[in-house]
């Protein structure tokens, strides 16, 4: 082990308990989450499938701290977190990756790893430090003192995760990190994910609507009914780590993906069909 | 220890661009630019144009232009050592008013600036203020600053401060406006990322806030001393002593009419060089909407 | 929906937000009333509103009060309507012929910095009547920005529309107008809402240097007159009448452009 990298904490057991979200835009309520529940252990990688606008979301935003919940309760390693009336402030114990990505176009790479450590009071050097060494860890440091506007897609994101884990969270939370990528490029970030899972070993909890992207990353993918969003199955995933993607064309990924196509394609037709009604 | 076995970077600006030396690039611009219609047309526009004044009122004479000054009789004028009407290059009067001008628009866009950019900040950041402040703007804006004008003269004490004010009024809606939609522009999820990030109310402000807006506040700040000319000609034609505006309107209550053009001429140009410089200051502060661009 | 949804309306009317806005109007208000009779420094130079009301209640029954409004009115529409039957086909015309683009854009953009009003004296000079060259300033103000608008709009129609209309059969007139049109349609209407703000703002001023008549007169000659209140009253008729003009715009521009409203 080098002496120099990072020392990552351990924690991060998320237990969600009958949680429920009722949205009032405009004075029509939507159930957004239904009763849901869920327990992710420490260190666990959790992908949440749903169909798009399932509620998924919704629950991310309720563990980062956007928005309140409208009853049940999400505990953070035993502690109390979130409930009816109680918001947690956002912060950087659960980093949020974004779906779009949220790097800061006006700071360089090396200015937005060094944002986290800066706001959180330690001095400019320590934190220059910090993410340099983190950078060069993950194979980024050539890029230091480019803008995000300059880099490629797959590029910003892994930056985007480095910018998280700098601090050293207990959870990650991505939200339909890779949404918009080509398959090419989700397939280097998706290692380079791995890479960065195996060594800090966080929980993670990943919302995606690809199933395979959840089976290749997961160790346990979470599968949600359309909206209001419930739990439907939970498919422990055994595959050992590392993985490779060579995995994906193994006939056990092939026959796990079979099992759980029919599950997720129903509620992706059913949400289809809600679509529909919604615009008549 | 496993290293890292991540590919090299997709993208490398630096090195995948042409290796051509800044010298090499700009003459071949230069070359695509000459070789192309462009260039050519435009001199012929604005050859026309001048052609067509000069015909107009000085060739042939024609009826109402004959009264305009024609090209030849402003050129003459403006670089005469011995001015006819006082006014040319050579007359230290003509760089006075320049400088007078100059001067108050400076001065007008300094306290826009000072106060608008704070104030669109705070809009756009705090409900609160937003809320107190944004209906007062919205009430006073559709009035055109140029209504101010009497009541500027009657409240504010003083010559030169009712001017100032005139320019400044113009140019401070314009910035706060901006500079508030820029705010309203940053996209949440910067906000949030902030404060996921362990961001203080002071981090959100100086490091997500600010420099998010900037490109709205430079267009602000842009349009605001275009509007700062704009209202600053009106009112020193109305109630000034010196300043382009007012050698515009006496020139011509004097008839010295190859003057009027002049002034207006060189309104343009100041104008326009004003609002250059701004530009140039907003490309070198914000670099990452430059490089971006793509 | 044809049903009003209540809740949604009595959240907008008791919301926070209105309940700020008002009272921070009304303290203002108290302020400029309670200035003027203490005689503070700027604000007591003003007229008070309690002034400007009791004023308003007379001035509203007199009728050279509203022939100023019609003047006004009369110069803005004629310049306007001017710059637009001038400016639309001129920038339609620059975006889509590239020697039409080359040769013109320079020429604006020379004559686009002097500032509308540097016109008065050389428009004075050149027309025969104070009417005419009031409403070539007036012009001058709209063009640019309306010419400005038209070729920026139809420049930046996505060329997949493009693509896609020469792909489906179009003929060079189709394009232009079953796409071209239609896609500029919004920008032409942005540049009229700006351009309306400008005329009004040009307007006012060219009263008030060579007017006789006009809200902008009656607000340079309330002052010159000492008649204060009446300052305060032309102005505000000013911003009344340049908000309305805009929103007539705008409106007219939502209903010619329906698709506008999905986005």
């Known amino acids: 082990m080098a002496a120099e990298s990072q020392?990552?904490?351990?924690?991060?057991?998320?237990?969600?308990?009958?949680?429920?979200?009722?949205?009032?835009?405009?004075?029509?309520?939507?159930?957004?989450?239904?009763?849901?529940?869920?327990?992710?252990?420490?260190?666990?990688?959790?992908?949440?499938?749903?169909?798009?606008?399932?509620?998924?979301?919704?629950?991310?935003?309720?563990?980062?701290?956007?928005?309140?919940?409208?009853?049940g309760e999400i505990h953070l390693d035993g502690k109390l977190l979130c409930r009816a009336g109680l918001t947690p402030e956002p912060g950087a114990d659960r980093i949020v990756v974004f779906q779009n990505g949220a790097l800061f176009p006006w700071y360089t790479v090396l200015q937005n790893v060094t944002y986290g450590p800066e706001v959180q009071g330690r001095t400019k050097n320590e934190a220059k430090g910090a993410a340099m060494s983190l950078l060069s860890e993950f194979g980024l440091a050539d890029i230091a003192d480019h803008y995000p506007g300059e880099l490629s897609s797959g590029m910003r994101r892994r930056v985007e995760i480095a910018r998280a884990l700098i601090n050293d969270p207990r959870v990650l939370l991505l939200d339909e990190p890779f949404r918009a990528m080509d398959a090419l490029t989700k397939g280097v970030v998706h290692e380079f994910l791995l890479q960065a899972y195996d060594r800090v070993k966080k929980t993670v909890f990943f919302i995606t609507h690809d199933l395979e992207e959840a089976l290749f990353l997961g160790t346990k993918v979470v599968i949600m009914t359309t909206r209001p969003a419930k739990v439907k199955t939970v498919i422990n995933v055994d595959f050992p780590r590392p993985r490779s993607f060579r995995l994906r064309s193994s006939q056990r990924y092939l026959e796990l993906k079979e099992m759980v196509f029919d599950a997720v394609h129903e509620e992706a037709a059913k949400a289809f069909a809600a679509g529909e009604r919604e615009l008549a | 220890m496993t290293s890292f076995s991540t590919p090299k970077p997709l993208s490398h600006p630096a090195s995948d661009s042409f290796s051509l030396s800044a010298t090499d690039r700009f003459r071949h611009a230069a070359r695509r630019f000459l070789s192309s219609p462009g260039p050519y047309l435009g001199l012929t526009g604005i050859v026309s144009l001048l052609l067509f004044w000069y015909l107009t009122t000085e060739l042939f004479a024609l009826p109402r232009f004959s009264k305009l000054?024609?090209?030849?009789?402003?050129?003459?004028?403006?670089?005469?050592?011995?001015?006819?009407?006082?006014?040319?290059?050579?007359?230290?009067e003509y760089y006075k008013h320049i400088l007078w001008s100059s001067w108050r628009v400076a001065q007008a866009f300094f306290w826009a600036t000072i106060l608008g950019v704070p104030l669109g900040l705070l809009m756009g950041w705090q409900r609160k203020i937003r809320d107190y402040v944004f209906p007062v703007v919205e009430l006073l804006r559709p009035i055109p600053v140029l209504a101010w004008v009497p009541l500027a003269i009657l409240m504010i004490p003083g010559r030169e401060a009712p001017i100032i004010f005139l320019a400044f009024l113009a140019a401070f809606f314009a910035t706060t406006l901006n500079t508030f939609l820029g705010v309203e522009s940053i996209d949440e999820s910067y906000f949030r990322a902030a404060r996921c990030l362990g961001s203080k109310p002071r981090d959100v402000f100086l490091r997500v806030v600010f420099p998010g807006s900037m490109p709205y506040i430079f267009t602000g700040m842009q349009i605001g001393v275009g509007v700062a000319w704009f209202s600053l000609v009106a009112a020193e034609m109305v109630s000034g002593e010196h300043g382009l505006g007012f050698l515009i309107w006496d020139s011509y209550v004097l008839s010295q009419y190859p003057v009027v053009v002049i002034a207006m001429v060189t309104l343009g140009v100041v104008g326009y060089l004003y609002s250059a410089i701004i530009r140039l200051v907003g490309r070198m502060l914000m670099r990452w909407t430059v490089r971006t661009g793509g | 929906?044809?049903?009003?949804?209540?809740?949604?309306?009595?959240?907008?009317?008791?919301?926070?937000?209105?309940?700020?806005?008002?009272?921070?109007?009304?303290?203002?208000?108290?302020?400029?009333?309670?200035?003027?009779?203490?005689?503070?420094?700027?604000?007591?130079?003003?007229?008070?509103?309690?002034?400007?009301?009791?004023?308003?209640?007379?001035?509203?029954?007199?009728?050279?009060?509203?022939?100023?409004?019609?003047?006004?009115?009369?110069?803005?529409?004629?310049?306007?309507?001017?710059?637009?039957?001038?400016?639309?086909?001129?920038?339609?015309?620059?975006?889509?012929?590239?020697?039409?683009?080359?040769?013109?854009?320079?020429?604006?953009?020379?004559?686009?910095?002097i500032p509308p009003l540097a016109w008065v004296p050389a428009s004075i000079i050149f027309w025969p009547t104070t009417e005419s060259s009031i409403a070539f300033v007036i012009f001058l103000g709209a063009f640019f920005t309306v010419v400005l608008n038209v070729l920026g709009g139809a420049r930046d129609i996505d060329v997949r529309y493009?693509?896609?209309?020469?792909s489906l059969g179009s003929r060079p007139q189709d394009i232009f107008f079953k796409i071209v049109l239609p896609a500029t349609l919004p920008s032409i209407f942005t540049g009229m809402a700006v351009g309306m703000g400008i005329t009004w703002e040009v307007v006012v001023a060219a009263e008030m240097i060579a007017g006789k008549s006009g809200l902008g007169y009656l607000t340079w000659s309330s002052y010159v007159g000492g008649n204060y209140p009446l300052i305060v009253i032309g102005m505000i008729s000013i911003g009344i009448a340049g908000y309305v003009s805009s929103s007539l715009i705008r409106l007219t521009g939502k209903l010619a452009a329906p698709w506008q409203r999905l986005f």
Not at chain 2, 69 to 92: I, M
Not at chain 3, 68 to 85: C, D, E, H, P, Y
């Open chain 3, 1 to 113: 929906m044809a049903t009003i949804n209540w809740k949604k309306l009595r959240k907008a009317v008791f919301s926070k937000t209105v309940y700020r806005g008002t009272a921070s109007i009304a303290v203002l208000l108290a302020l400029w009333e309670l200035g003027r009779w203490l005689r503070m420094p700027i604000l007591g130079a003003a007229p008070a509103p309690s002034e400007v009301i009791f004023l308003l209640r007379e001035i509203v029954f007199a009728p050279d009060f509203w022939e100023n409004w019609s003047a006004s009115f009369k110069r803005v529409l004629t310049g306007f309507v001017a710059a637009q039957i001038i400016g639309i086909p001129l920038g339609l015309a620059m975006a889509i012929n590239r020697v039409a683009r080359d040769t013109a854009f320079p020429v604006l953009e020379i004559m686009r910095p």
């Open chain 2, 69 to 92: 000054p024609g090209p030849v009789a402003v050129w003459t004028e403006f670089t005469s050592r011995n001015p006819t009407y006082g006014t040319s290059l050579f007359s230290p």
């Open chain 1, 7 to 71: 020392q990552y904490s351990s924690g991060g057991a998320i237990s969600i308990r009958n949680v429920t979200k009722v949205y009032d835009p405009d004075g029509v309520n939507v159930l957004a989450v239904d009763n849901c529940s869920l327990d992710i252990a420490p260190g666990e990688f959790c992908v949440v499938v749903g169909p798009s606008g399932c509620g998924k979301t919704t629950l991310l935003n309720a563990i980062a701290g956007f928005h309140d919940i409208s009853s």
């Open chain 3, 162 to 166: 493009l693509r896609a209309a020469r």
